[in-house]
């Protein structure tokens, strides 16, 4: 439980004076008289954060974000809030426990997509309007009157937001600014963590669930690219006022082409708009099965024994890469799927039919028997092959190689089901 230690009319009467100081940045305000008083009462009022430079630091920023006018133009700048305003929205984060993040990804490339939403992720346009206010582009320019959002731009666009919440540590408003400084130093930085990720976690799981549908099924040009988006970068919108925001990408970064219209009197203009790869007509039915209810078995599969090993990571990697690195990423993933350790150890590995198959005649069994066709089994067996050749430096001949035993309709999703894109592969 948190004590009180005086009246939040302290706060205020101290918030209300910041206010009205002449226009100046987080660094000149740490060491202006009224700022040192005001952080000697938070630090009365709420006894359970520290002291020291960085707590002033940390203090400035939230400032900032919550609109103390000083810090964001002055007061007719149109950013500034009330005290009133700023203490309630302090004094909510420097209790809070957790805040809400909003992982904002642009799916580039993808032609107009039906809105889906799969527990707390969600695929869909937005208005300009909507943008902004995802954005938070009040804290943004608060943070930096010099960065720029084009939600106009961006609003041509189908977005993949994913809503996770966040439990804070016990580092306190300090650690929640400069989390670098609070680094444990003694650990080995040289370690590898085998499926760390640069993506978010929660992204990571919402891509895994997106890459659930046939896209390459359902793309126009499959023989050309079986995805059907691409996600370039994704931006991070902390509700914790002590978190540091950065600047949005530009519009820029996702890909456009030129475009033309012609206007009522007959006269052309050309524009850009964005890059897009063609659909199916009726690829909204196998978009739209992914719902709360599909998401719910995806998260209950993934909390099985399959998934202790990396079919995720792998997955997901392979919709991340190119070329080889896709291929072998897409071919890991079945193994992961299944395979076993046990397949590795000719002595306590179970024989079949009285012979005692190596690893890989294993994984080409279970598929061909798992989803009752041995073209499947055959055709996986073939595209390891492949994959050996490629890794212990073999030679391998110029001309296409095509594996025909892989039908349109690729192999079972939940194995990997991306074997169709390599259904002509060029070496």
């Not at 189908?158 to 650690?175: F, I, Q």
Request: hydrophobic residues 40%; proline residues 7%; negative net charge.
């Amino acid at each position: 439980m948190n004590v009180t230690v005086g009246p939040p009319v302290d706060i205020l009467h101290e918030l209300e004076q910041l206010g009205r100081a002449p226009a100046t940045d987080v660094n000149h305000l740490q060491n202006t008289p009224a700022f040192l008083r005001f952080a000697e009462l938070c630090q009365t009022r709420y006894p359970q954060i520290r002291s020291g430079s960085m707590l002033r630091l940390s203090l400035a920023s939230a400032l900032r974000q919550l609109g103390l006018a000083c810090l964001v133009g002055g007061q007719g700048s149109g950013l500034a809030a009330s005290a009133a305003e700023i203490s309630d929205g302090l004094d909510k984060a420097i209790r809070s426990t957790a805040s809400r993040r909003l992982h904002l990804c642009p799916l580039d490339l993808a032609s107009r997509l039906p809105t889906i939403s799969f527990g707390p992720n969600q695929v869909r346009c937005f208005s300009a309007t909507e943008l902004e206010e995802l954005f938070d582009v009040l804290r943004l320019h608060r943070a930096n009157q010099n960065w720029s959002f084009d939600s106009k731009r961006f609003s041509e666009f189908n977005w993949l937001v994913v809503d996770e919440k966040v439990s804070h540590d016990d580092m306190g408003p300090d650690g929640r600014t400069l989390p670098g400084l609070f680094v444990n130093l003694s650990q080995d930085f040289g370690r590898i963590e085998p499926h760390k990720t640069s993506l978010p976690s929660s992204v990571e799981a919402a891509l895994f669930g997106l890459l659930t549908i046939p896209w390459e099924q359902i793309a126009e040009y499959k023989d050309m690219e079986w995805r059907g988006f691409r996600v370039p970068w994704v931006y991070t919108v902390d509700s914790d006022v002590f978190a540091r925001r950065v600047p949005p990408p530009s519009p820029d970064s996702l890909s456009w082409e030129p475009a033309w219209q012609f206007d009522v009197n007959g006269d052309e203009h050309e524009y850009e708009a964005p890059v897009a790869y063609p659909l199916n007509d009726d690829s909204d039915s196998a978009i739209t099965w992914l719902t709360d209810d599909a998401w719910s078995d995806i998260v209950a599969a993934r909390r099985t024994t399959l998934f202790d090993r990396p079919v995720a990571h792998f997955f997901v990697r392979g919709f991340q890469s190119e070329a080889i690195d896709e291929f072998l990423a897409h071919i890991s993933t079945i193994e992961a799927a299944l395979g076993l350790p046990l397949d590795h150890d000719p002595r306590a590995r179970k024989k079949i039919e009285g012979k005692n198959p190596g690893a890989t005649r294993r994984a080409t069994l279970r598929i061909s028997g798992l989803l009752n066709d041995g073209s499947f089994g055959n055709a996986y067996s073939k595209l390891f092959g492949l994959r050996s050749d490629f890794l212990h430096g073999r030679p391998m001949a110029d001309d296409p190689g095509t594996i025909d035993e892989v039908p349109e309709n690729s192999l079972a999703r939940w194995c990997a089901g991306l074997l169709a894109p390599y259904r002509r592969i060029r070496w």
